[in-house]
């Protein structure tokens, strides 16, 4: 059996798990380094799964929060994602930011930096499973207006593969992740730092290491 059918079933078994949970990202920091939190939502419709999160960039109980949702369409092979920043009346607006830097393919995996109880620690259990299960995701335009700040900001850097065999394993056209690029290397920065990858029991060689420090830091 599929590893993505396993995901899917070990999600469905949580189905008790429902609302919205709160938490600070370790990903997401402001500009100046602080802390950013992120209250998120799903809503499963039959052909598509709308995620929705409001962000805080001035902590917890600010009154201002961001809302941006990313609507995945699964009615594809591979399923296709749209990328959404929402007004304070839920009206379509410009992107604070380019959101391919961090989103290759659709909806990304929650790492919580807060320790969460129970209920939404089964929550984010689910949801992970879930957007693992989804596999390769298609980002799709999404342009309701002239956009200031595109989905991909520079199309050049998005043209750059990451070419690592230990990567491409799973990141890559027909595999279980999008293909990376140059756009994601901060993504690729932090998630190689922290250990998260590539996963366990994946390992670098030190040639592939020097390939890849080459690939973030240009040297
Ligand atoms: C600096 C990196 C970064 C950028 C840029 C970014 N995101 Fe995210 N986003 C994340 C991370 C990481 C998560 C997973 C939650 C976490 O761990 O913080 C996430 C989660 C989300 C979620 C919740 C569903 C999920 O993927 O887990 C939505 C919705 C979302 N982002 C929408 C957007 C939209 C729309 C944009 C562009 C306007 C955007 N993001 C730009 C890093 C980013
Ligand atoms: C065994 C399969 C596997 C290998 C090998 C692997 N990844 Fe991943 N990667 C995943 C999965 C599954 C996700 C989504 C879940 C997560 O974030 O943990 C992911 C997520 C990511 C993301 C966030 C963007 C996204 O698609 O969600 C980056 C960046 C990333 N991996 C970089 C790397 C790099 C760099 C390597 C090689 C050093 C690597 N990965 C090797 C499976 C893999």
Redesign the pocket.
Known sequence: MSILIVFRLLSLLLFFVEGEVLFE????KTVSGEP?F?K?QLIQEEKRDI???KQSHHGKNSKKWDQ???VVDKSFTPFKAS???LDSKGVETE?????F???PGG??????KNKLNLKNKLLITK?NLL?KSYGEVKNIENNPFKRKIPLIENSKLSKIKLDLVSCNNCHGEGKHRAALTKSQV??IKHLVKTKQMPPWPFKLSSTERSKLNKFIYGF
């Open positions: 990202s370790i990903e997401s950013v992120n998120v995620w929705l999160m941006v949702s990313i990328f959404h920043q992107y604070k930011t380019s959101c830097r961090c989103h909806p990304r995996i929650i790492r919580e949801w957007i901060l993504t």
